[in-house]
């Protein structure tokens, strides 16, 4: 394909289930509103689509420093915001270590193979609950990333109720910091 990187995707032949196809579809969906690698092309049984270089969120976060960290999570919720709009639910954001890379300090979702159209997603709010909780809200604190996670995930509740502007804006102040 010219000069470009890419990856190939192929249904696994031992596989009943052909995920390769609802994952071209729902990173189509997805790319219309700039998320995701691009989608080059979508065959039976094939995907082809840009190669993303980048560090897994955990191995990225372990390094980068504090400004660069609020940076990147406040991108991260961006996309999960325009995801939550379109009524697509990643369903990994709760746990996204090999979900999210990131390079140049610019987040990129892969894998959408488990992706679904929903009527109610849950991106920010699973976004905001791996920020406060396990592993990663530990390797926040110990970046100098203090997040008040209190606040943030009762700023998530209301946010799940309606998905109002003004109750995600108050998600993107807390992880911002400013």
């Known amino acids: 394909l010219g000069r470009r ?8 032949p031992a596989s009943s289930v052909d ?9 189509a969906i997805a790319n219309k509103v700039g998320i995701g690698p691009t989608l080059i092309r979508a065959e ?3 995907l ?4 993303v270089k980048g560090e897994e969120i955990m191995d990225w976060t372990a390094h980068a420093k504090p400004v660069a960290i609020r940076a990147m999570l406040a991108e991260l919720l961006d996309q999960c915001r325009a995801l939550d709009r379109i009524g697509v639910n990643k369903t990994e954001m ?7 890379l990131v390079h140049r300090n610019h987040p990129t979702q892969i894998d959408f193979d488990r992706s679904r159209r929903s009527l109610k997603p849950q991106n920010v709010t699973q976004l905001c609950q791996f920020m406060t909780s396990g592993r990663y809200a530990y390797l926040l604190r110990a970046r100098d ?28 102040l807390l992880v911002r910091g400013l």
């Open 5 to 12: 990187t890419v990856l190939l995707k192929e249904r696994n």
């Open 44 to 46: 039976p049984g094939k």
């Open 94 to 100: 709760t746990r996204p270590y090999k979900h999210v």
């Open 19 to 27: 995920t390769i196809a609802h994952e071209a579809q729902m990173l």
């Open 48 to 51: 082809i689509r840009e190669f």
């Open 145 to 172: 990333v203090v997040i008040d996670g209190t606040l943030l995930i009762d700023a998530a509740r209301n946010y799940k109720k309606a998905y109002a502007q003004r109750e995600y804006d108050r998600i993107r």
